[in-house]
């Protein structure tokens, strides 16, 4: 089973900086598709920046030019790195990773679609 762990949230002031990691463990043959979302009080989840397996980006209009989101491979590890933060970028930031996985029992491959535990992140104006 795929299992992902986020790390880097935490308490910030406007204009500042933090960087998220998102790692990738388990029978992982590839991975095809990734997202950050977040979800603030109240609201629903949404997605803020995505990454294909080739490299192209794409991000909410809230945070283009100021988040960046990319990835290494040979360390399944995500990253979003968010500049210029600002209040309504509170949330809770979780990772999501699609791809194909070997069946522990037998081999097989198989999809799965896993999600990070999520890391809050707060900015204080």
């Known amino acids: 089973q795929v299992q992902l762990v986020e790390s880097g949230g935490g308490l910030v002031q406007a204009g500042g900086s933090l960087r998220l990691s998102c790692a990738a463990s388990?029978?992982?043959?590839?991975?095809?598709?990734v997202g950050w979302y977040r979800q603030p009080p109240g609201q629903q989840r949404e997605l803020v920046a995505s990454?294909?397996?080739?490299?192209?980006?794409n991000y909410v209009d809230s945070v283009k030019g100021r988040f960046l989101i990319s990835k290494d491979d040979a360390k399944r590890t995500v990253y979003l790195q968010m500049n210029s933060l600002k209040p309504e970028d509170t949330a809770v930031y979780y990772c999501?990773?699609?791809?194909?996985?070997?069946?522990?029992?037998?081999?097989?491959?198989?999809?799965?679609?896993?999600w990070g535990q999520g890391t809050q992140v707060t900015v204080s104006a």
């Open positions: 990454i294909s397996n080739r490299g192209t980006t």
């Open positions: 388990g029978r992982i043959v590839s991975i095809t598709a």
């Open positions: 999501n990773i699609a791809g194909h996985e070997t069946a522990q029992t037998t081999g097989a491959l198989m999809p799965y679609n896993a």
